[in-house]
Structure formats: C-alpha cells, structure tokens
C-alpha cells in the first residue's frame, strides 16, 4: 500500500479538520535543518520573567499597578523612582539548581530567561552598564549560575534580550508620558551598546542555544536592523537559533530583498488554529497572566490545562515555551512548582509521544494526534470506553496499545469505510491525557 493511503487526507473527513503539511524547514523561516533539528524535536522548554519589576509584584507605592514586568510604564513610574529599585534588589532565595531542576523535573528540554528586559537591567555582570546586577546588593551574576546549572543538568540554555529600553539614554523613543530629554541621545551608539551586550552574552557564558529577541516593535526599529543583528549574532555563533523578534518589519527591499529573518515564529498566549505551515514556531504561554510575578493574579491554569496546551502545540507541529514568573525573593510561586511538578509526572509516562514527534494532518476532534516514524500517537481526554471511530484513516495499524501500559495487551482496530475504529478499554489507563500509540508498517506521512 502507497504510504498516502494510509491517512485519506480529504476533506469532510467528520470531525477531523486536517492540517496543511509541513515539513521542517520546507519555506519561510528554518532554513536550516542542521541548526534546527534538536529545537524540533525538544517540543517544551521553559520561559522565566525575572527583573527588578519582581521585586514589586504588580504593586506600586501600596496599590495594583497594572501588571508586572510593564509595571514602569503603566504605573508611569519616573526614571528616578524607578531606578533605586536596584538598591532593594537582593533574591536571597535565587537558587539556579532549583530553577533548572524544576525545568528538567517537568520534561523541560531548554529555558529561555530574561538578561534584560524592557525596563532595561541586566541580570548579568556587563561590562558596558552600570544598571546591572553587580550593582545590587544581591551581586550575582544571576546569568552565569544559570547557564552553569543548565550545563550540569543537561538543560540547553536561551537569552532573552529585550530590543526596547526604557532605561538608556541612547534608545529612543521615550515613553509618550516622560520628560526625560533626549536631545543628546543617539540610536547608533544605543545600537552599538546591544552589540556589545549581546557579545558578552554569546561569549561569555560557553554555548548559548537560543537568542530570543523581544520588544522590536518601536519606530526607531526596522528590517535593516534586525537583519544586521542577527548577521552579528549569527557571526558570533554559527549555531544559535534566533526568533523572529529580532527583525523589525517594514520592507524586506531594504536589506537587499532578503525575506524576514529568524528561525521561528513566536506566537504569543495562543496556539495557531492550524499550527504554521512549512513553518518552525514555538507559542509562550503564561501559567496564570502575567509574564513576570504579580501577587494580584491567581488565575493558574490547572495542570490537566497545562499538558492539554503542550499536546495541542506539539500536535500542530509547534514547540511550548511556558512561562514562570519567579518572586521577588528569586523562589518560584508555589503554583508554578505544582504546576511543573504535575507536568513532570505525566511526562515520565508519556514524553515519548511528544519529544521528535511531527504534526499529523489531523489538527484536533475526535482526539489529537502526533507522529513519530512508523507511531501514530493518540491524546484521549476525556477519555470514551468502548468504539471509537478515526474517520479518515484507511488501514488499521498492526498493534495499538495504552502508552502508560504496554503490558495490558494489544487493542482491537478495524477498518471500516468510514474509517479506522479502535476500541478502548473501559478504565482509563490515568487521570489525565491518556496516549494510545498505534504502530504501522511504514512511516506515516506528517
Ligand atoms: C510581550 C511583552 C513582554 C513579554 C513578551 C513574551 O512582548 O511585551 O513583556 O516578555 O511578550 O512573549
């Protein structure tokens, strides 16, 4: 039988809406398949929004403030009351081993974290700023104990780095409500000054896998830049996988015709109805809100709502990059822990129908689905005793069985013309997202 037959892929297959094909790398963005491969098959990785902002937790001079790591400019804090928060910066409960850990517990294969974000502190020691960590009282740099736990524990580690600056005197334009002057103020040397920072990032901390740029969207930046920026970063190492944050937009003509760069889209707080075809993209997703510590939310999503996001992302053929927020004193909010934890627990179970899986042409009803080789990986949640009809599949597979449970025997398929039916048992074989893997001859086509 073709490979093609296996999976009719027409339309009006009840129930299943059916994804465009997508192959890695094939267009747009991710040329690079070398560069690309251990990203695809990572699938989940931790995001940390970590800063001066919180140290406050969404609060300013004793009430809510808006939120979080914009808290300066909601709350339309002045440069000089902002600015002292540095002396009351001091995480005495930062514990790099405890992050990574929790990131590695949960099946975390990569951590992205904030060196800088918009309100402009560097979380590591540089040389080319004075409003860095080593002019806090905490004096760590928070950065190299990151990257040395991630090594220790078999982490890649990411760099955030945030495009927009609220803090620098060169970086324009001001926010719309500051009188700060900025007659002397030059983008160029502002320009000059990431290189620098970026320089000592991706040379001073061994291999850095993933630069994540942020805050790209102001006036003052544009394709050109963003192209030039990532040739320099790229100079820098070869290797580095660059989101597509880092270029400004505007018209590709003024770099020499060359299309947008970066290596994947960002989704942001979504995952795209049909994922992003012959596109590599990775969503960022919040456990409660907000992306950096806000004491005010108590909004978290409930593990079952975790995993459903990593199984839907991965799915679609997308990564999940999800967030923690750590507090002021440097721990992780305790729902996060819960939230990790949780993950963690079914990953053991069942991370083998995330990790170096690909898109199945089916994006969700009746079940999700995802494919490595010759194994169809199916997401059964709420879990259905008793027939269940895969419409749009032609041909049984040869064995089916419960991935928490290879031992309890295969289960029964047939193929009927209106498509493959499985039976499941009535017990479901746990609590949450329970995988039935089905094995072909041949590989699927993804
Ligand atoms: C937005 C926000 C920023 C956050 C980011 C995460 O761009 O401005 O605060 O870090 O999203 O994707």
Redo the contacts with the bound molecule.
Sequence with gaps: MHRRDLLRLGAGAAGWSMLAPRGPGDGGVGQDADRMAWWRDARFGMFI?FGLYSTLGGEWKGAPAGSH??IRNNAKIPHEEYIPLVEGFDPRGFDADAWVAAAKDAGQKYLVV?TK??EGFSLFDSAVTGYDVMSTPFRRDIMRELADACRRHGIRIGW?YSIMDWYHPDYLPRRDWEQRDATAASFARYVAFMQAQLRELLTNYGDISILWF??QWERTWNHALGVSLHDYCRAIAPDVVINNRVDGGGDPDSAGGRGPVGDFR?P?QEVPATGLSGLDWES?ITMNKN?GWSKFDHDWKSVSELIGLLVETASKGGNLLLNVGPMGDGRFPPQSIDGLRGIGHWMRVNGAAIYGTRATPFADAPVRATLRGTRLNLFIDPWRPGPLLLPGMTAAPHRAYLLADPGAGPLETRATPGGVELRLPERAPGPIWPVVVMEFDEALPG
């Design positions: 929004h790591e914009w904030t974000h918009h955030y942020d805050g960002t942001e960022c992306w």
